[in-house]
């Protein structure tokens, strides 16, 4: 049987509860494939809709990017608003607004409504990394005062630094309006809501096959389920049990490690005001400070497939480039995983033959897109489609390369990193 990773969440996390092996033939209104947020907020909505629902996890509920992400609670998506309504006109671009404005309220309404004990923080820097980058914060900030969007603010160096220890940055961009969590038990707290309105949830039961039709056949090891409808929430870890949505994301490493407690009074000379941290490199680096006051630092975005054999040594210099004065902090944790990017940087969301559901492709925002796309494949099942056909409106182009694809955005992204060098 499978266990998380080993990690700072799994180590804290508060719920140890263990689901069954999907064993024989089960039927169902709607199985939902991955037990992450956007699997888990489809299958609650749906359950609290009346649906028969049953969910199936490969592994545990929050075993991939739920459970072990930086916990960042984002603004927007990886692209401007302004190449949103480029794609879509401003009225699709309001739509995709509003849909990112619903995500962070969805978060804060499941969190009170379900009782779930996850750490939730608001407040979060932008921070520039480079003189240059300024120009970018003050056109976020205006960007997003188009839409309405006001509680944030410009600090210049001086201020930044009595909310941030660091002499790494040249300003930032506060918001109060996004924030920081732990994944995990914000995974763990949405499986319980899921299973308490009737969901019946599997895990180690990785589906081997998927048969389409009007009714779904999706086959597991040790059993199978017959379904009207499908949702395919898999994320980065959906592999290539719907080919059309595998060439249309690619699955990257990022990797965070993790201090051991600092004490109250180290821990918030570091970072204030509890604030979440990401720089505006190209390839970023996002950290944050856990309940416990340790430092949560990721990053170093990996394209290539290859993972370190030494994580702690890959991670420790970037975190010390920020905080030097955290050279003598001893390291607890380092872990890795994988999230899904598009080729546009924007998520990926549709059908297939009308009754096979999907959203994935976060690219770095799945904390809150994800629930909020879960929701909105809720709401289309139902016959509700207006938010969801608006995303859906995006054309996803395949990745490039075929089966060489990996090393080519490899060789992509190193053109990235030279951009953060000579920014």
């Known amino acids: 049987m499978s266990e998380h990773p080993d990690s700072y969440y799994a180590a804290s996390s508060n719920d140890d509860t263990n689901h069954l092996v999907l064993m024989g033939e089960v039927s169902a209104d709607v199985c939902v494939i991955g037990g ?10 749906l359950a609290e809709r009346g649906y028969d629902v049953v969910l199936l996890e490969g592994m545990r509920i929050g075993w991939g990017a739920s459970g072990r992400n930086g916990g960042q609670i984002c603004t927007g998506y990886n692209k401007s608003m302004d190449n949103v309504e480029g794609l ?7 739509a995709m607004w509003d ?48 839409y309405g969007y006001t509680d944030t603010t410009v600090l210049d ?3 930044l630094e009595q909310r941030l220890d660091s002499k790494a940055y040249h300003g930032a961009l506060w918001e109060g309006n996004a924030g920081h969590l732990h994944p995990l038990n914000y995974t763990l707290g949405l499986a319980r809501a ?35 409808f499908v949702v395919a929430a898999g994320n980065a870890y959906l592999g290539d049990l719907l080919t059309p949505l595998y060439h249309r994301v ?4 990022s990797f965070i490690l993790a201090t051991e407690p600092l004490g109250a009074e180290r821990a918030r000379a570091l970072i204030a005001e509890n604030d979440a941290v990401c720089s505006s490199n190209n390839i970023v680096d996002y950290f944050r400070l856990s309940t416990d ?21 890959y991670m420790r210099p970037r975190m010390l480039k920020v905080f030097p004065q955290l050279a003598d902090a001893k390291l607890d944790y380092c872990w890795g995983g994988k999230l899904a990017i598009t080729l546009d940087r924007l998520p990926h969301v549709g059908s297939i033959d009308g009754n096979i559901f999907f959203a994935h492709g976060y690219s770095g925002h799945g904390v809150a897109l994800s629930g909020i796309c879960g929701k909105l494949i809720a709401q289309a099942i139902s016959g509700t489609a207006e938010q969801f056909d608006v ?15 990996m090393p080519m955005l490899a060789l992509g992204m190193m053109y990235y990193r030279m951009r953060d060098l000579l920014s």
């Open 99 to 146: 849909v990112e404005v619903a995500s962070k309220d969805l978060i804060r309404e499941r969190v009170e409504k379900h009782q779930i004990d996850c750490d939730l923080t608001w407040g979060y820097l932008h921070a520039a990394s480079k003189p240059s980058h300024m120009s970018w914060v003050k056109e976020t900030r205006d960007e997003w005062q188009r």
């Open 194 to 228: 899921a299973e308490e309105a009737g969901v019946r949830i599997f895990e180690n039961s990785p589906v081997s096959n998927l048969e389409k039709g009007s009714v779904v056949r999706i086959e597991t090891a040790k059993g199978n389920v017959s379904a009207k």
């Open 157 to 159: 160096k001086a201020e």
């Open 391 to 405: 995303m859906a409106k995006i054309r996803h182009q395949p990745f490039p390369g075929g089966p060489i694809r």
């Open 88 to 94: 879509l006109g401003k009225q699709g671009a309001q």
């Open 250 to 253: 690619m699955p990257v490493s």
């Open 293 to 313: 006051g340790r430092m949560l630092f990721g990053g170093r975005a990996n394209y290539s497939g290859y993972e370190p054999a030494d994580l702690f040594s």
């Open 36 to 45: 992450g947020y956007t699997g888990l907020s489809a299958a609650l909505h």
